[in-house]
């Protein structure tokens, strides 16, 4: 469960004002707006990354409005990826876990579980640079899920990749969302992806919500 109440925050001359949402555990809140309206910054307001000025933000019933990014419990994944280019794509898939300090077992059968469901166990000795675009953003999903989230927040994942890869990657989002059931608050400005992989929506326009409607029931 995500749930922001009246969240502000002020960063120069934009001001994001009295955001209110919540999103059901397993289900799926897609926030969309036009670039500048606040969407990255509700995002980056809820990872922790950016700290609001009022408000406050639960997770799974915890209030982690303060507390540090890392204790959140949340997966993330930024827009570009942000693969670390001297990494193959194991390393990649073992790292949150490898941070932990997990067993050396679990961390690779986490590795392989993971490999097999977003199919890229042919790619694991691969570095980045010789990965293509859909294949880069299924191994940047698979580290943000290596450690089994309570949360999963994606900034406009796809938005660099080509319609038919793109639409590739949405139907896997929704399953890899329907077998984990991780709840998940996806950003984007692209109607097709909102309709496929949301079953809430939260449109912002200027910093303030002017919509909150759902699009489907929550499948648990």
Known sequence: MIRLDNICIQTGDFQLTDVSFSITSG???VLMGRTGSGKTTIL??????????????QICETDV???NPALRGIGYVPQDGVLFSKMNVR??????????RSPKKQI???VDELSTLLGITHL???TPAGLSGGEAQRVALGRALSFRPNVLCLDEPLSALDSETRH?????LDTVRQQTHVTTLYVTHNPQEAEILGDHLIRIEGGRIIEEKGLKPVQQ
């Open 108 to 110: 690779a059968d986490r």
């Open 44 to 57: 980056e307001c809820i990872i922790g990354l950016r700290r609001c000025s009022s408000g406050s933000i």
């Open 168 to 172: 590739e990657m949405c139907e896997l």
């Open 124 to 126: 694991l000795t691969r």
């Open 27 to 29: 289900g799926c809140g």
């Open 65 to 67: 409005t303060r507390l």
């Open 91 to 100: 390393d990649h898939l073992a790292f949150a876990l490898l941070v932990r």
